[in-house]
Nanobody, 127 residues
Framework: QVQPVESGGGLVQAGGSLRLSCVVSGRTYTMAWFRQALGDEREFVAA????????YYRDSVKGRFTISRDNAKDTMYLQMNSLKPEDTAVYYC???????????????????????WGQGTQVTVSS
């Protein structure tokens, strides 16, 4: 059973940085970060292919967030810089166990493309 586990969330002032980690055992293909603010739908943040050569970001985080992974450590990361209050949300790690979704943004950004989810880690950005 693949079970992602997120960590690294916390409280930070606007303009600050955090690095999220997601550890997931078992073979996975594309992995992604989604987030859900209170009262909102879960939304796509970033995705990365298994080899790391393909990465996607939502427009509002481009230039501020960087997704990466270390397959030797079964870990994916999200480096978040220049954080804004609107980045406040619970951040979730999703893992694709079937393959084939890294070929385009639409598939990689779709919540239903991912088979396994972590419990989430809270990120709060104060103004």
């Amino acid at each position: 059973q693949v079970q992602p586990v997120e960590s690294g969330g916390g409280l930070v002032q606007a303009g600050g940085s955090l690095r999220l980690s997601c550890v997931v055992s078992g073979r996975t293909y594309t992995m992604a970060w989604f987030r859900q603010a209170l009262g909102d739908e879960r939304e796509f943040v970033a995705a990365i292919s298994r080899g790391g050569g393909t990465r996607y970001y939502r427009d509002s985080v481009k230039g501020r967030f960087t997704i990466s992974r270390d397959n030797a450590k079964d870990t994916m990361y999200l480096q978040m810089n220049s954080l804004k209050p609107e980045d406040t949300a619970v951040y979730y790690c999703g893992a694709d166990a079937r393959g084939g979704i890294s070929s385009n943004y639409e598939l990689a950004s779709r919540r239903s493309s991912y088979d396994y989810w972590g419990q989430g880690t809270q990120v709060t950005v104060s103004s």
